[in-house]
């Protein structure tokens, strides 16, 4: 009876331990470049939030924010179904900080009904409009992010006239139409605060691997010499403000 007891059954610690897989409690626990703490995430889980970011790039935006949040809240763009969200809000939830999604969450112009990014999903069938909050709520509900990211439905251009929050990191993701950016661009690139970083997606210095409005207005930021340039994490360009 005693040999039962303190002998481990190698079948039940079989089990345990897929249930912890199964369950999400056990994690690949890496270190990253700089040596800051790696997010620990179910890759299963994250692979099924609809969403257009690369997994390197989204370890990156991870890191930056984990820095950029230690001393200010931290903002994106382009919250569509809250996949960079997941990333960008876990690093701030790290240092207790919030992180702010703005959309106006009706799909941008892509993704309306016969457009190339056109998601039958996303349909709210009721008003035949594009609605991506349902899926972006359930996100945030799934990785336990609600007191932590909180979400702003508007226009970004809108919103960023009113804004008063210095903040440490502004994520570049909304509309890819050339106004849009622009405009995001020149209303919220003032709200970053001295050694925070501003951060553009799908900068694409080559006009066969994607659209040039971003790289366009990227350019214009460089330009303006408020900001040092870091070099293009794949379509990632970040610059640190000065
Ligand atoms: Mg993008």
Redesign the pocket.
Known sequence: MIQILIQPNPFALFVIFQVAIYSGAVYENKTSLKGLPMLKIDPIKISKIKG?LDEAEAGRLYDLALEASRSAPCLEIGSYCGKSSVYLGCACRENGAIFFSVDHHTGSEEQQPGQEYFDPELLDKETGKIDTFRLFRKTIEDFDLQDTVVPIIGRSDIIGRAWKTPLGLVFV?GSHAYESVLKDYQVWADHVRSGGYLVF??IFPNPADGGQAPYLVYQQAVASGLFDAAPLFKSLGVLKKK
Do not use: I, L
Request: charged share 50%; hydrophobic share 25%; glycine share 0%.
């Open positions: 257009f993701d997606h799908d």
